[in-house]
C-alpha cells in the first residue's frame, strides 16, 4: 500500500486541532496504514505543501487535508492542476462545512474509517469553482464564494481573537453570529451588477452574493440547499432590498435552507458569473479572504478527485464494521 499524505493545521481551532491528528495517527499505527505527515507553519502553506507533493512524482497520491475549511481550501489550490491527485479530508476546524456537504462524518476516527474505505474504490470527481480577480489574480474554491455581507463577516472571523475564545468552549460557531449582529447596523447595502452566463440582473440595495458548488457554508448554515457539488452547474444567492431586522430573520433560516422562500432572496444556476459592484465589495472563497470585487467566476467540471461519502447514515454505519473492513 503506498503512503498517504496528511497536511495538517496544527493551529485549527485555537490548537484542538493537532489533538485529533494524534487521534488519527494512533489509528493508522494501529491498523498499520503506511502515511507520510506535513505540518504548515503559516496561511498559505497547505497551498505550498499540497503543489509539491503533487509535483514530486506523477504516481497517483491520496492528500488528506486535516484542519478546517481554510486548510482544504489552500489543499484544492495547491493540486488544481494534478489529475493524479485524489483528495480527503479529516474536519478539524471550527466550520468543517465540506464534511457536511461532501458527507464526511465528523469524528476523526470515523472520518478516518470512511477515507480507508473510500479509497478501495473509485473516487469521485467534483466540481470546483474558479474566481478570476481584477488583477488577474486565479482562486479556487470547493465549497463556495461570495462577495458583501458574509465576506466582511468571514473577513472579521478570521481576524478576531473572540474566535479563539469562542473556540476554547467550544462555541467557534458563534463567532459568525457575533459579527452578524456586530456589523448589521452600519453595513451598507449596494448595487450589484450580476451576469450569469450571459444574462444580466441588476440588484439595489444587495446584502451579499454567494455562489454555492454545495449547500454549507458559514459553519453550518444551509445557504444552497439544492447545490451539488457533480453537477456542472453553481449555485447563486442573492440577498437585496431587505431590511436589517429582516437580515436576521433570514439568518436564522437559512440553519435549515428557509431562507429561499423570501421573496428579497433569489436563487439562480449557471456555468458563469460575473459580479460587479457600485462599491468596492469584500470577497471571501471557502470563507478566505480573496480581495475586492470586481471579479469573474466560472465552474470547472469534474476537475478534483475526492474521497466523498454518498450519504450520512451510510458513513456512521462505519461504526459497526469490523477492522478487517479498513486493512
Excluded at 161 to 174: A, D, E, Q, T, V
Excluded at 297 to 324: A, F, P
Aim: hydrophobic letters at 40%; one cysteine or more.
Amino acid at each position: 500500500m503506498k503512503p498517504i499524505y496528511f497536511i495538517i493545521n496544527p493551529k485549527a481551532k485555537n490548537g484542538y486541532c493537532l489533538k485529533i491528528w494524534k487521534r488519527a495517527e494512533t489509528m493508522l499505527k494501529e491498523k498499520d496504514v503506511p502515511y507520510l505527515a506535513f505540518f504548515t507553519d503559516y496561511p498559505g502553506h497547505a497551498t505550498k505543501l499540497a503543489a509539491k507533493i503533487a509535483a514530486s512524482s506523477k504516481e497517483h497520491k491520496v492528500i488528506i487535508a486535516v484542519g478546517g475549511d481554510g486548510t482544504m481550501h489552500e489543499v484544492v489550490n495547491g493540486i488544481v492542476n494534478h489529475s493524479s491527485i485524489t483528495l480527503g479530508f479529516i474536519p478539524g476546524g471550527s466550520g468543517n462545512d465540506f464534511s457536511r456537504g461532501f458527507h464526511i462524518p465528523s469524528q476523526p476516527e470515523d472520518a478516518l474509517k470512511v477515507i480507508l474505505r473510500l479509497m478501495r474504490k473509485e473516487p469521485a470527481l467534483v466540481d470546483i469553482g474558479r474566481v478570476k480577480m481584477k488583477d488577474e489574480a486565479e482562486h479556487y474554491f470547493i465549497n463556495n464564494m461570495g462577495a458583501g455581507f458574509d465576506a466582511l463577516i468571514s473577513h472579521e472571523v478570521n481576524y478576531s481573537k473572540m474566535k479563539s475564545f469562542l473556540n476554547k468552549l467550544s462555541l467557534g460557531r458563534l463567532v459568525y453570529v457575533y459579527f452578524l449582529l456586530k456589523k448589521l447596523f452600519t453595513y451598507k447595502c449596494t448595487s450589484i451588477d450580476l451576469l450569469i452566463d450571459g444574462e444580466r440582473h441588476i440588484f439595489k440595495d444587495t446584502w451579499f452574493v454567494t455562489v454555492s458548488n454545495q449547500p454549507y457554508y458559514g459553519g453550518g448554515m444551509k445557504i444552497a440547499p439544492a447545490a451539488l457539488a457533480d453537477d456542472g452547474i453553481l449555485d447563486i444567492t442573492v440577498v437585496h432590498n431587505l431590511s436589517r431586522i429582516k437580515l436576521l430573520l433570514v439568518f436564522v433560516s437559512v440553519f435549515w435552507g428557509g431562507h429561499i422562500h423570501f421573496k428579497e432572496v433569489k436563487s439562480f444556476k449557471g456555468r458563469t458569473a460575473a459580479i460587479r459592484s457600485t462599491a468596492s465589495l469584500y470577497v471571501h472563497a471557502d470563507g478566505e479572504d480573496m480581495g475586492y470585487t470586481p471579479l469573474d467566476i466560472q465552474i470547472q467540471s469534474g476537475k478534483l478527485n475526492v474521497l466523498r461519502g454518498t450519504s450520512c447514515i451510510e458513513e456512521y454505519n462505519v461504526k459497526e464494521r469490523g477492522s478487517n473492513d479498513f486493512q
